[in-house]
C-alpha cells in the first residue's frame, strides 16, 4: 500500500489564482480529511469526509471546498488564494471508527504571494 | 475553550535518558487521545494512543499516561535515541470526528 499520497508537494501562487491540492488513499478508508498547519503550530482542521459524497466542515472552512466522488479520492480547493492561505497542508485517513489510527500524507506546501 | 495544549515548548535530553513530554486538554468529554511525532518535512506519524477508561498504556520504549482529574497527558519516552529528535503534539478526539491538536513540543536529543 502506497498509504497517504499527496500531490503536488510544493505550490507557489498568486493571490486570487485557484488550485486543487490531491489527495488519494489505496487502504479503503471511509474516513478522510484535510489539515492545515502553520509555523510553530499544531494541525487545524479543514474540512473532513466520512464517506464517498458525504463531506462537512471543520474548524477553519472559509475558502476551501472539497469533495468526495470516490472513496479514495479527496481534493481541496482553494477557489481564490490569499496571503493568509500559505501554509502547510496535510490530508489524512482513517477507516472509519473514532479510535482508529489516522495516517497522515507528506503534506503539500502552499506558498501565497 | 477549546484547546490542547503542551506546558513546553522545547525540551533537551541526553541521549539514553528519559524524556517526559506533557499536554493539558480542556474538554473533559474527550474520550481518546493520541501522540503523534512530526518530523521535519513529513506528515505527523501516530506513536500511541489511550481511550479515557485507561489511565496508562505502554509501548515499544513509549508510555502514556492519563490523568482524568487533572486533565492531563504525557508521553514518556524511554532511552531516547538520535532518531526520537522530532516535534511531539498530543491531540484529543472530539466526538467521533473532531480531532484537536495541541501545539508542539520540540524534543532535541543532545549526545
Known amino acids: 500500500n502506497a498509504g497517504v499520497t499527496q500531490t503536488p508537494k510544493f505550490q507557489v501562487l498568486k493571490t486570487g489564482q485557484s488550485m486543487t491540492l490531491q489527495c488519494a488513499q489505496d487502504m479503503n478508508h471511509e474516513y478522510m480529511s484535510w489539515y492545515r498547519q502553520d509555523p510553530g503550530m499544531g494541525l487545524r482542521l479543514i474540512h473532513y469526509?466520512?464517506?464517498?459524497?458525504?463531506?462537512d466542515q471543520g474548524e477553519v472552512p472559509n475558502g476551501y471546498n472539497v469533495s468526495r466522488s470516490t472513496t479514495e479520492d479527496f481534493p481541496l480547493r482553494l477557489l481564490s488564494a490569499a496571503p493568509s492561505q500559505t501554509s502547510v497542508y496535510f490530508c489524512a485517513s482513517r477507516r472509519g471508527l473514532a479510535g482508529e489510527t489516522q495516517y497522515f500524507g507528506p503534506g503539500t506546501r502552499l506558498l501565497v504571494l | 475553550g477549546e484547546s490542547v495544549g503542551l506546558h513546553l515548548p522545547t525540551l533537551s535530553v541526553q541521549e539514553g535518558d528519559n524524556s517526559i513530554i506533557n499536554c493539558a486538554y480542556s474538554?473533559?468529554?474527550?474520550?481518546?487521545f493520541i501522540w503523534y511525532k512530526q518530523e521535519s518535512g513529513k506528515g505527523p506519524q501516530f506513536i500511541i494512543d489511550i481511550r479515557s477508561n485507561m489511565d496508562k498504556r505502554q509501548g515499544q520504549r513509549v508510555t502514556v499516561l492519563l490523568n482524568k482529574t487533572v486533565k492531563h497527558l504525557s508521553l514518556q519516552i524511554a532511552a531516547t535515541q538520535p532518531g526520537d529528535s522530532a516535534v511531539y503534539f498530543c491531540?484529543?478526539?472530539?466526538?467521533?470526528?473532531?480531532?484537536?491538536f495541541g501545539q508542539g513540543t520540540r524534543l532535541t536529543i543532545n549526545p
Open positions: 469526509s466520512v464517506g464517498a459524497g458525504i463531506t
Open positions: 474538554n473533559s468529554a474527550s474520550d481518546y
Open positions: 491531540a484529543e478526539m472530539w466526538g467521533a470526528q473532531k480531532l484537536v
